[in-house]
């Protein structure tokens, strides 16, 4: 491992810089060196971070009974591993398992060197026919997407669910929120079969790149989206709205929407990550009165009854198939940043104080091609 390799903390609340990388123990047999190619920036999980919001930097996380609390110890500050869109190309490999060269999708946060162990890293063989930038999504962003509508999917079929198509195929679909997580989603649902994905979200920017990508959008805080889509959307008398809705965006608000425009006994697959209060969600209204339904699809868990069939390596193979179908799409529109590392500090910092707006940026390395 380089003597001078650096890696990306954020010290304190807004506050970004470099380290340098710890130094490593000895080589072991079983593992590999990784020097770092692409590493995209999260913009909702990893703000949090930066901005102070994360739960897990002011309460602990208690993983065996799943619950914060104030006696745990909280992670806080500095953060020293974080981000989970990163590609990298094998330099050096103590294991027949995977050979010097390859290019593989991780999750070891913004570095520019790690060494790996096969056995506690996810660590995913890219394709030689695919853009290696678009390998950032395969490891866990396209994972989460994807198990939203492997959830959307249990919920109409159960353990019988085979494809993620069976919560999506000919049905009328609803995507809150338009950043990456939400794209990825309509583009998941698009190509699985949806009738039609209509895409919500308030920022014109990333309207214009759901537009761009070919879906139908609507504007929140412009238009009375539930009336506009009950309207449109016509089941029977007295039931109209969505199939199902997956929502995107981490504020109560955009959940409230989410359930206004489902159809009666419909479900929200809730992807988005909350880190404030829920006063704008009014479970007496639509929720009570029309039979609705909450699913949160969180990446850690695959639905009950599929787990035996389904993993994330299945969610990345489905999402290499995904970027193999829409790749070029994806790079021209949803990749906005290409930024050389030494510059995210200040592009991140911008971003958190709202005075940049990027849709996905990416980080890029001294050996990127």
Same mark, same amino acid.
């Given at each position: 491992m380089p003597a001078d390799s650096r890696m990306l903390v954020v010290e304190e609340p807004g506050l970004v810089g470099f380290r340098p990388t710890p130094p490593e123990a000895r080589p072991e047999d079983g593992t590999f060196d990784v020097e770092a190619v692409y590493s995209g920036l999260s913009a909702g999980t990893e703000l949090a971070f930066v901005k102070g919001t994360h739960p897990q930097l002011t309460r602990?996380?208690?993983?065996?009974?799943?619950? #914060?609390?104030?006696?745990?110890?909280?992670?806080g500050y500095p953060v020293l591993r974080w981000g989970y869109l990163q590609v990298g190309r094998i330099v050096a490999s103590r294991t027949p398992a995977f050979g010097t060269g390859e290019l593989v999708a991780m999750t070891y946060g913004h570095r520019e060197h790690?060494?790996?162990?096969?056995?506690?890293?996810?660590?995913?063989?890219?394709?030689d026919d695919l853009d290696p930038v678009l390998g950032i999504y395969v490891a866990h962003m396209g994972p989460i997407c994807a198990n939203g509508l492997l959830h959307a999917a249990a919920e109409l079929h159960g353990a019988g669910a085979r494809s993620l198509g069976d919560g999506v195929a000919g049905l009328r679909v609803a995507v *809150?929120?338009?950043?990456?997580?939400?794209?990825?989603?309509?583009? #998941?649902?698009? *190509?699985?079969?949806?009738?039609?994905?209509?895409?919500?979200?308030?920022?014109p920017q990333r309207r214009e790149v759901a537009g761009k990508l070919g879906f139908a959008t609507l504007d929140p805080e412009t238009e009375d989206v539930a009336t506009v889509l009950k309207t449109r959307w016509r089941h029977r008398p007295g039931d109209r709205g969505a199939d199902v809705v997956f929502q995107c965006r981490g504020l109560a608000a955009s959940l409230g929407l989410a359930l206004r425009l489902l159809r009666p006994q419909g479900t929200v697959i809730d992807l988005a990550f909350y880190q404030a209060g829920a006063d704008a969600l009014r479970l007496g209204e639509e929720f009570h009165h029309n039979g609705l339904s909450l699913?949160?699809?969180?990446?850690?868990?695959?639905?009950?009854?599929?787990?035996?069939?389904?993993?994330?390596?299945?969610?990345?193979?489905?999402?290499?198939?995904?970027?193999?179908?829409?790749?070029?799409?994806?790079?021209?529109?949803l990749?906005?940043?290409?930024?050389?590392?030494?510059?995210?500090?200040?592009?991140?910092?911008?971003?958190?104080?709202?005075?940049?707006?990027?849709?996905?940026?990416? #980080?890029? #390395?001294?050996t990127t091609p």
């Open positions: 602990g996380w208690d993983a065996e009974l799943g619950l #914060f609390g104030e006696d745990d110890a909280p992670a790690y060494r790996a162990d096969p056995l506690a890293d996810r660590v995913v063989v890219l394709p *809150t929120g338009a950043g990456v997580v939400g794209l990825l989603t309509a583009l #998941f649902a698009r *190509t699985h079969g949806a009738r039609e994905v209509v895409v919500v979200d308030p920022t699913r949160c699809a969180q990446i850690g868990r695959m639905p009950r009854g599929l787990a035996h069939t389904w993993d994330r390596e299945r969610l990345s193979a489905e999402t290499i198939g995904l970027l193999r179908t829409e790749g070029d799409a994806i790079r021209q529109h990749i906005t940043d290409l930024v050389p590392i030494e510059q995210a500090p200040e592009l991140i910092t911008a971003i958190a104080e709202r005075r940049r707006h990027v849709l996905q940026a990416v #980080f890029t #390395f001294p």
